[in-house]
T-cell receptor, first 113, second 110 residues
Framework: RKEVEQDPGPFNVPEGATVAFNCTYS??????FFWYRQDCRKEPKLLMSVYSSGNEDGRFTAQLNRASQYISLLIRDSKLSDSATYLC??????????????FGKGTLLTVNP | DAGITQSPRHKVTETGTPVTLRCHQTENHRYMYWYRQDPGHGLRLIHYSYGVKDTDKGEVSDGYSVSRSKTEDFLLTLESATSSQTSVYFC?????????FGPGTRLTVT
C-alpha cells in the first residue's frame, strides 16, 4: 500500500462550485499533515496545514481524521485562479526522531468559466 | 519566499556522464530533501538529509548519491546518468515540518 494516496482526478468544475479532495495515509505514526498547491511547471507551495480539530482559511477547509487516517480539503466558491494540482503531504517519522515528507501523486483541478 | 536556489536550472547531458545538482539554502534549516517529479508519479523522494553529513535514502534512491558537507548545501549526484533519470528535480528545506521548495532543475538525459 502506498504511504499516501490521493483521489486521482482530474476534477473539472465550474466557477463557484464546491470541490473536495481526499487523501489517506498508511503510517499511523504520521505526525503532521499539509496541503500544497502546484501550478504548472512551478514548485509546490504550502497551501495550509491540517490540524486535528479542522481548520479554515477563507474558502479553504482542511480536515484530519486520525482514526481513519484520512485528510480532506474543501474549496468553496471555486475561482479560476484555483486551477492547479493539489498535493497531500504527510510527515512520516523515519529512523527514530527524523522525519521525511511524503507526497501523494496530486489531484489536478481545473475551474472553468 | 524562503531562500532556496537550485543550480543548474536546466541541463541536457548524455547517457553515462556524471551529473551533480546543487541545492543552496540561506535559512539554516536542518532538513533538506531531493525529489523528482514525473508525469503519473507525482513527487518521489530520492534522498534527504537531517543534518551535516547525515543522510538517508528515499523511495527512489537507486542511481543517486548525495552529500551534505555544510548546512547550506545539499548535492545530488547521478554517477552515470541514464535516460530514465530525465525528470524535474526539486530540492526542499524544512525546519518545523513545513517545507519550502526550490524552483526545480529540468534534467534531460539523451
Amino acid at each position: 500500500r502506498k504511504e499516501v494516496e490521493q483521489d486521482p482526478g482530474p476534477f473539472n468544475v465550474p466557477e463557484g462550485a464546491t470541490v473536495a479532495f481526499n487523501c489517506t495515509y498508511s503510517n499511523s505514526a504520521s505526525q503532521s499533515f499539509f496541503w500544497y498547491r502546484q501550478d504548472c511547471r512551478k514548485e509546490p507551495k504550502l497551501l495550509m496545514s491540517v490540524y486535528s480539530s479542522g481548520n479554515e482559511d477563507g474558502r479553504f477547509t482542511a480536515q484530519l481524521n486520525r482514526a481513519s487516517q484520512y485528510i480532506s480539503l474543501l474549496i468553496r466558491d471555486s475561482k479560476l485562479s484555483d486551477s492547479a494540482t493539489y498535493l497531500c503531504v504527510v510527515n512520516i517519522v523515519s529512523g527514530g526522531s527524523n522525519y521525511k515528507l511524503t507526497f501523494g501523486k496530486g489531484t489536478l483541478l481545473t475551474v472553468n468559466p | 519566499d524562503a531562500g532556496i536556489t537550485q543550480s543548474p536550472r536546466h541541463k541536457v547531458t548524455e547517457t553515462g556522464t556524471p551529473v551533480t545538482l546543487r541545492c543552496h539554502q540561506t535559512e539554516n534549516h536542518r532538513y533538506m530533501y531531493w525529489y523528482r517529479q514525473d508525469p503519473g508519479h507525482g513527487l518521489r523522494l530520492i534522498h534527504y538529509s537531517y543534518g551535516v553529513k547525515d543522510t538517508d535514502k528515499g523511495e527512489v534512491s537507486d542511481g543517486y548519491s548525495v552529500s551534505r558537507s555544510k548546512t547550506e548545501d545539499f548535492l545530488l549526484t547521478l554517477e552515470s546518468a541514464t535516460s530514465s533519470q530525465t525528470s524535474v528535480y526539486f530540492c526542499a528545506i524544512s525546519e518545523s515540518f513545513r517545507a519550502s521548495f526550490g524552483p526545480g532543475t529540468r534534467l534531460t538525459v539523451t
